[in-house]
Every structure is written in structure tokens, then in C-alpha cells.
């Protein structure tokens, strides 16, 4: 017996993440919690300008990042409306989870098939797997592989 296929659409949840000049769109479900900043402890000696430092959640010790500066931009201070994400590494393994900077909280959409459209103007960046257009938005989806091993290599908290 085969299953008919669905017809319409196909839609997801997402979330659309402010950062500084550009906006991600992410899987609803690989956003674990948003919250203020709170207490980040530096990053060891040595560490890459975009390793912010280390945030305890929920009796873990996560990366915090920024993910402005992962693309090769300098790295913004942080603002009274600054938020860590909380992310849910896809390819889990020893972090399966870390934290980002965004300028703002994450807002939800359903996002369906016929609206996304890649960006044939996107640039060709390091760290970004694509753009999409979606609206008037030109959001940017993370290469998370290249991220997560990256993510990997960073040396143990102090």
C-alpha cells in the first residue's frame, strides 16, 4: 500500500534570529531557551575572536559565540537588548549544545515552500551553507557541520 503524496505546501516553524546587518532563520526545534546574557567566564587564552566565553546552563558549561564574528565581521558589544540563544547542536556529539549572541529575541514564522526562494545575490561566505529571500528578508542559514566542528575543536573550560 503506498501513501499518497501530501499535497500543498509543506510548511515548517522556524525562527528568525536578529543579528548585527543580518537575520538567521532557524528550525523552531533546535532553539532550546532564550535568555539575558548573564554571567559569561572568559574564553581560554587563545581561543578565536569569536569565542565569547563560557555560560553555565542547567548544570552544563556551554560555548557562548558570537556568530557575527564566526562570518568574519568584527565582533559587536553587547546592547541592553542582547539575548543568548541557547541552540541544540544537529549533529550532537560532545557539545550538544551552545550558546550565540543575538540583538534581539527570535521571532516565529511558518514558513512554507512557496515562499522560500534562494538568493541568487547572496554572497559567497564563509560559515553560511545559503540565502534565502522570504518576504522582504533576506535571512541566512548557518553551515552548522562546519560550525559544530569548529564548536568541537574549542579548547575545555577553564
Request: hydrophobic share 40%; net charge positive.
Amino acid at each position: 500500500m503506498s501513501v499518497p503524496p501530501a499535497s500543498g505546501p509543506r510548511e515548517l516553524y522556524c525562527l528568525l534570529v536578529p543579528l548585527v546587518g543580518r537575520k538567521l532563520i532557524l528550525p523552531r526545534d533546535m532553539i532550546v531557551e532564550v535568555m539575558g546574557t548573564g554571567v559569561v567566564r572568559p574564553p581560554v587564552p587563545g581561543s578565536p575572536a569569536w569565542h565569547l566565553g563560557w555560560r553555565s546552563w542547567q548544570d552544563r558549561v556551554l560555548p557562548v559565540l558570537s556568530l557575527e564574528g564566526y562570518y568574519g565581521e568584527s565582533v559587536p558589544p553587547p546592547t541592553p537588548r542582547s539575548r543568548l540563544v541557547c541552540a541544540l547542536a544537529l549533529g550532537g556529539g560532545d557539545r550538544a549544545y551552545y550558546m550565540f549572541v543575538t540583538r534581539g529575541y527570535p521571532y516565529l514564522l511558518r514558513v512554507t515552500d512557496t515562499v522560500l526562494r534562494p538568493d541568487a545575490e547572496a554572497k559567497d561566505t564563509p560559515g553560511l551553507w545559503a540565502q534565502i529571500r522570504f518576504g522582504n528578508d533576506r535571512p541566512v542559514i548557518p553551515d552548522f557541520v562546519r560550525l559544530e566542528r569548529d564548536l568541537a575543536a574549542l579548547p575545555p573550560p577553564p
